[in-house]
């Protein structure tokens, strides 16, 4: 008999993907067939799976955590905010359409199917499916189609279990207020509940661990405290990033875009020893000390190029180059870098041409078809070995593309500036090959040692499965799953 138990947040950013992550991780050390599964998700940060698709890539490192590829039926339904009112939709792992936010509540019905029929195949392959939810069951002006939390739960018989972040305060208001508020259907789908984030001595929570079991019936299932490797894992929420991590004497800086994508690109980088990374949010001047500025992915490139221009960035990164500095845009970011941009069918937003910043003498015309693969390529300037992905619309060439970047397979792929001072390229995930990152950094002037990212974010994993083991009731979860 397949299991399924559900990891739902009695609000956003409680930490339900790092701990469906480590759950995936414990059970799959026990000898299970685990798969993760997000009905919906929405996130600007996305992988490309084996079959094609994209999903969010809080489900791709959960498929990590598995020990299995990611794959489409993990995250059937993935939205990519495009504007502060509209977003993407992405259904199986291919662009459906794009709506406003008002809109989307009459879209939702028609995608419950396509969710129960990749919950039902995911189910066949696995021992136990290990289902997160989005935001919170108690945003009860949202329950009307829903097919991310409680509509999912209900519709499959998924047994629920909420998860508090007790870090932010007032967390047994945040369950107890929860089951105050929604359904009661919806409430007899809740069966348990855990305590995210602790900080400091556990025992001190007792009294209040005893008090939500009292006032909701939910059994509970453990106290996580505060894992300090957390940080080291992808983040999904661009409300996640900011500030300086890492220490050494080579800097990175990368402005927050409005819309910026895949921002995971510089994990790698963060972990990197002898280097540190700014995340510089808007209203922040870019750093005047900075070796090397990364113009990131943007799921809004025209528009983010004037969120560009609007927090100075622009005239931060002229005066970056004129004192030497270096700079890399990806996909996004690379397509800013050049003359112009030019939108004829108004793919990403209003038709027409945006100026570019000048530093890459190429030009990029949006196309509909968005290039979606996974990437082996050749860092020519390195001599060395690239794992990646493309996931993008828009076609960029001129002048600058004699100079590529990359090779794959034979074909030439993005482009550098004549004195070698400006590079883009359309590949995302190009930091976390060692090789690359170490040979790349110190040619741009730094001085690091060769270290392994994968082998880091392996450690990370089995860190956290192993916290989970001590803190958490796991087999009252299997047993739960079952019932």
């Given amino acids: 008999m397949t299991g399924s138990v559900m990891i739902q947040g009695a609000g956003s950013n409680v930490g339900k993907s790092m701990l469906v992550a480590g759950l995936a991780r414990a059970l799959t050390q026990r000898g299970l067939k685990v798969l ?41 339904v993935l939205l990519k905010p495009e504007t502060e009112t509209g977003a993407q ?4 792992g291919k662009r459906m ?43 009860v002006n949202l329950r009307a189609g829903d097919i991310a939390n409680m509509g999912f739960a209900r519709a499959a018989n998924v047994p629920v279990v909420l998860t508090g972040d007790i870090d932010r305060g007032g967390v047994i208001a945040q369950l107890v207020g929860t089951q105050a508020v929604i359904d009661p259907a919806d409430s007899r789908m809740i069966k348990g509940f855990m305590i995210n984030k602790f900080r400091g001595d556990i025992s001190l929570f007792d009294d209040g661990y005893r008090l939500i079991e009292q006032q909701t019936g939910w059994a509970g299932y453990g106290v996580v405290p505060w894992f300090d490797g957390a940080h080291k894992l992808p983040a999904e929420d661009a409300l996640d990033i900011g500030g300086t991590t890492g220490a050494g004497g080579f800097k990175v800086a990368c402005p927050v875009l409005s819309r910026i994508a895949n921002f995971d690109d510089l994990d790698p980088l963060k972990v990197t020893p002898g280097v540190s990374v700014e995340m510089v949010k808007a209203g922040t001047a870019l750093p005047g000390d900075a070796n090397l500025i990364v113009l990131p992915g943007s799921k809004s490139t025209r528009g983010d190029l004037e969120f560009v221009r609007q927090q100075g960035w622009d005239i931060d990164i002229a005066a970056h180059v004129r004192r030497g500095g270096y700079v890399l845009g990806l996909c996004g970011g690379y397509q800013m870098l050049g003359r112009t941009i030019a939108d004829p069918e108004g793919i990403e937003g209003p038709a027409g041409t945006t100026p570019g910043l000048q530093l890459l003498d190429v030009e990029t015309t949006m196309v509909p078809d968005k290039t979606l693969t ?21 076609r960029t060439d001129g002048p600058d593309r004699a100079q590529p ?69 796991i087999d009252g979860l299997v047993k739960l799953s079952r019932s």
């Fill in 36 to 76: 993760p599964f997000k009905p919906q998700n929405m996130s600007n940060n996305a992988a490309v799976t084996a079959d094609g698709g994209e999903i969010g890539r809080a489900q791709a490192l959960q498929a990590r955590a598995c020990k299995v590829e990611p794959v489409i039926d993990m995250n059937p």
């Fill in 89 to 92: 939709v992405v259904v199986h």
């Fill in 97 to 139: 359409t794009s709506v406003k936010a008002r809109d989307y509540a009459k879209l939702k019905p028609q995608l419950m199917d396509a969710v129960l029929a990749s919950f039902e195949r995911l189910k066949e392959q696995a021992d136990i499916v290990i289902v997160e939810g989005a935001g919170s069951p108690a945003e």
């Fill in 374 to 394: 996974r990437v082996r390529a050749r860092h020519l300037a390195g001599n060395c070995d690239v794992t990646g992905y493309e996931i993008h619309i828009g």
């Fill in 405 to 473: 970047m990359l090779e794959i397979d034979g074909r030439a792929e993005g482009a550098i500036s004549p004195d070698g001072r400006i590079m883009g390229s359309y590949v995302h995930g190009i930091f976390s090959s060692d090789a690359f990152r170490t040979s790349f950094i110190n040619q741009l002037g730094g001085n690091v040692p060769s270290s392994s990212y994968e082998q880091s974010i392996e450690t990370v994993l089995d860190d956290l499965a192993a916290h989970l083991e001590t803190h958490v009731d």
